[in-house]
């Protein structure tokens, strides 16, 4: 089939009961329903029951397939799960409606659509669809491409592919990636890429960035590119291996983010030294005046990312570690790295405590455990500092938000405002790669 027919399936919530509203015909087996419906399990089966209080049951699975137009409405979606800005919205989604029973009493509520419609509410969920048109062609030609290499990564992964978790005594070592989900092929949420329906979407910006670069990938090889993003590297992009599996990936380097040359971070006094400085980097230039322009409203909440620290009294440490582990590792004594990338992000932590040491990795389970949502990144240094009544603060002073790998979403609209073009922005976060289009409209 050809990609940009491609229907893909996207997961969207997953709760006991879930609310939504068909807006238009929605064929469910012979019928055609449209209103407002709850769906719930019950004794191993899907119910749905309509506002009018008429309960229909059915199997593991439901599946309403909307006519042309039809549209429909889940209530309450978490997003930004277990992160700072998470919060819960009503999002409306064209194409299909799936119910499937997942773990009892649990159901999900999985949208199929086909890639380009789903690509448009993509980009206008990462960033503002009022951002610069070069810097919204250049996320459409990531979001297109990562989606892709990860379905056909799916199909045969490797050994290391997917997600791990060992605990060896007081060891955790986490990867979290596309094989997080077994049901569908990619969720709605930050862990894979933001998805919030048609709501956000705007006619303009956006749907110009999808039309100018419809089926256009990024290459290596001639193989299509695992091309990730983040939100802002604070002035130095990370080598794919600090945060998911151990190998290289040859066009997704730790490099400098400007236009003069930043060296890595090889030493604990250079990190120091980096997470204390603004190097005039690419998302380091970014304006209030820009911010505004292409970040959602709940992005913008986060006012500093680029330098930011987040401070700790120990006893709270010491319980936000034990809540996040499930290890009692008592007072904590010191954090201290024993790996970090080139772009000073942490990717093995020992954290000793006065009942023991606990050695935590990859990037984002140190995020997690650190936090009671998440870290803006693991490229931190941290200080002991001493209140006025002898209280023990642990000081985290950080750079960049994400993990930090591939494109730099505020850098690159901050390029885009220089007057680089697409292909300039791509290049300069993926090296060596190349731009082809697989695809062109029917």
Known sequence: ?????????????????????????????????TGSFFAFAREGRICLRAEQGTVLSFGREVHLRGERGATFTIHGVTI????????????????????????APFLWAINEIFLEDYLMSVISSEMKSSAPLEFLKAQAVCARSWLVAMLDRKKSPSPQDGRSKERAGCEIYRIYDF???????????????????IGVITEGSVKRAIEDTYGEFLLWN???????????????????????????????????????????????????VWCRTRPASFCG??????????????????KDYFRWQVAYRERELEEIIEE???FAIGTVKALIPLKRGKSGRIYRLKIQGSRGNLLI?????????????????????????WCSNREK??????????????????????????????????????????????????
Request: glycine share 10%.
């Open 80 to 103: 930004g799960l277990d992160f700072h800005w998470e919060r819960r919205q009503d999002e409306t989604f064209g194409g299909d409606l799936r119910l499937l029973l997942s773990e």
């Open 179 to 197: 094989n997080d989900h077994d049901l569908f092929d990619v969720c709605a949420d930050d862990h894979c890429q933001r998805y919030q329906g």
């Open 222 to 272: 001639n193989e299509i590119c695992d091309a990730r993003y983040h939100k802002a590297c604070g002035g130095r992009t990370e080598e794919y291996g600090t945060c998911w599996e151990e190998k290289e990936v040859p066009y997704l380097l730790s490099l400098s983010d400007g236009e003069e040359d930043f060296p890595p971070i090889t030493t604990e006094e250079e990190a120091r």
């Open 285 to 302: 230039q970014v304006t209030e005046e820009l911010k505004d322009t292409i970040l959602p409203a709940f992005d913008g909440e986060t």
């Open 1 to 33: 089939m050809e990609k940009g027919a491609l229907k893909i399936s996207v997961g969207i919530l997953r709760a006991k009961e879930i609310a939504f509203t068909l807006k238009g015909n929605f064929h469910l087996k012979r019928k055609v329903i």
């Open 324 to 326: 996040k582990t499930g």
């Open 361 to 385: 990795g990859k990037e984002l389970e140190i995020r997690r455990v650190l936090s009671r949502s998440h870290l803006l990144s693991s490229a931190f240094v941290a200080s002991v500092e």
């Open 393 to 442: 603060i642990f000081l985290l002073r950080g750079a960049g938000w994400g993990h930090g790998v591939g494109l730099c979403q505020i850098g690159a609209a901050v390029m885009a405002t220089k007057g680089y073009r697409k292909e300039e922005i791509l290049a300069h976060y993926f090296p060596g790669t190349t731009l082809k289009c697989l695809y062109n409209k029917a």
